[in-house]
């Protein structure tokens, strides 16, 4: 059973880069896409972008000009890194698999990031 | 992408049955049969309930239902129980460009 587990920086201020890892356990990376979401306090939730193991990645075109993901195959981790923040970037962030049939399952425990000066 | 379309909150008595809309557009729940629903209790990730429009991971009770008309999906829970009290999300997929777009939310209350 595929397992997530993230960490990063939950801390930052105002037009720092935000940098979260996420690990899986327990399943092959090839046969999943790696999601980021994020849900602002009390808020619904948001799709960041996906990224598969060759490095393919998709992002959310209202993201995407701050949004980098990468992936590390040898560790089983993949990466998100979001610059120039600001407090509409506060939120818990996610990780997740996703596969061919558009499942995101499972997701990671969330990490609260806070931006604030 | 806009977001899909829920309404904010949702109620029943225990036993009762309670269905809840998500209204997109023909790019997103109107093109394709990907619209999956997932539950959150307060301080927990998402968990998935339904996927492909009606399919129920294993360990998912069949009180859990889903379906799609045109651009409006639909998740049912028959036999509502306390613990079916949370927030549900629709999605969908929307395209090459946006893998996925997320319904707004529906809190579901069990008086």
């Known amino acids: 059973q595929v397992q997530l587990q993230q960490w990063g920086a939950g801390l930052l201020k105002p037009s720092e880069t935000l940098s979260l890892t996420c690990a899986v356990y327990?399943?092959?990376?090839?046969?999943?896409?790696c999601n980021w979401i994020r849900q602002p306090p009390g808020k619904g939730l948001e799709w960041i972008g996906e990224?598969?193991?060759?490095?393919?990645?998709n992002y959310n075109p209202s993201l995407k000009s701050r949004v980098t993901m990468s992936v590390d195959t040898s560790k089983n981790q993949f990466s998100l890194k979001v610059s120039s923040v600001t407090a509409a970037d506060t939120a818990i962030y996610y990780c997740?698999?996703?596969?061919?049939?558009?499942?995101?399952?499972?997701w990671g425990q969330g990490t609260l990031v806070i931006v604030s000066s | 992408q806009s977001a899909l379309t829920q309404p904010p909150s949702a109620s029943g008595s225990p036993g009762q049955s309670v269905t809840i809309s998500c209204t997109g557009t023909?790019?997103?729940?109107?093109?394709?049969?990907?619209v999956s629903w997932y539950q959150q209790h307060p301080g927990k990730a998402p968990k998935l309930m339904i996927y492909?429009?009606?399919r129920r991971p294993s360990g998912v009770p069949d009180r859990f239902s889903g379906s799609k008309s045109g651009n409006t999906a639909s998740l049912t829970v028959s036999g509502l129980q306390t613990e079916d009290e949370a927030d549900y999300y629709c999605?969908?997929?929307?395209?090459?460009?946006?893998?996925?777009?997320f319904g707004t939310g529906t809190k579901v209350a069990v008086l």
């Open positions: 327990g399943g092959s990376f090839t046969n999943y896409f």
């Open positions: 990224i598969n193991h060759s490095g393919n990645t």
């Open positions: 997740a698999t996703s596969d061919g049939w558009y499942r995101i399952d499972p």
């Open positions: 999605s969908s997929h929307a395209g090459s460009n946006n893998a996925f777009v």
């Open positions: 492909e429009v009606s």
């Open positions: 023909s790019s997103d729940v109107g093109a394709y049969n990907y």
